[in-house]
């Protein structure tokens, strides 16, 4: 996956939090090829914990700052996002020092929903965001 320019939302901090999930999950797709996954995986849930609060918090606050008519169904979409997350967090196995690690297929999941997330959201609804605000 790779984050190209056509992608940009015109607000540099949105742009480099988008460009920081790709390099997330590049790397997490490189764990899987290389079938080292799941000593990444901890890793990976944890930043998509911390990230998806942070992330949609800051796109919110410029929808609601601009009165963005799209903002509802916009942060609708975030919400069933951090739903599905919850759902794939829970198969996670408790992390005891690395003795007890993640699991291959929790990586290709996790994979697959981020991935899917970037190609629906990122790709659509978040260049529709940015380019009301370029607009503005
Ligand atoms: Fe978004």
Redesign the pocket.
């Known amino acids: 996956m790779e984050w190209t320019e056509d992608l940009s939302v015109g607000i540099r901090t949105i742009d480099e939090q988008h460009k920081e999930l790709f390099l997330k999950i590049n790397d997490l797709v490189a764990a899987i090829k290389q079938k080292t996954c799941k000593y990444k995986i901890g890793d990976v849930v944890k930043f998509l914990e911390d990230y998806i609060i942070f ?2 918090g800051e ?2 606050k410029y929808m609601q700052e601009h009165n963005y008519p799209g903002y509802l169904k ?1 942060r609708e ?2 919400r069933k996002f951090i739903e599905n997350f919850n759902r794939l967090k829970q198969e996670l196995p408790k992390l005891e020092g690395g003795k007890n690690p993640g699991s291959y297929d929790l990586s290709v999941e996790t994979n697959q929903v981020v991935v899917d997330w970037i190609l629906d ?2 790709v659509r ?2 260049r529709d ?1 940015g380019k009301f605000l370029q607009r503005l």
Do not use: A, P, R, S
């Open positions: 992330h949609f796109e919110e916009h979409q975030h959201h990122i609804i978040d965001l």
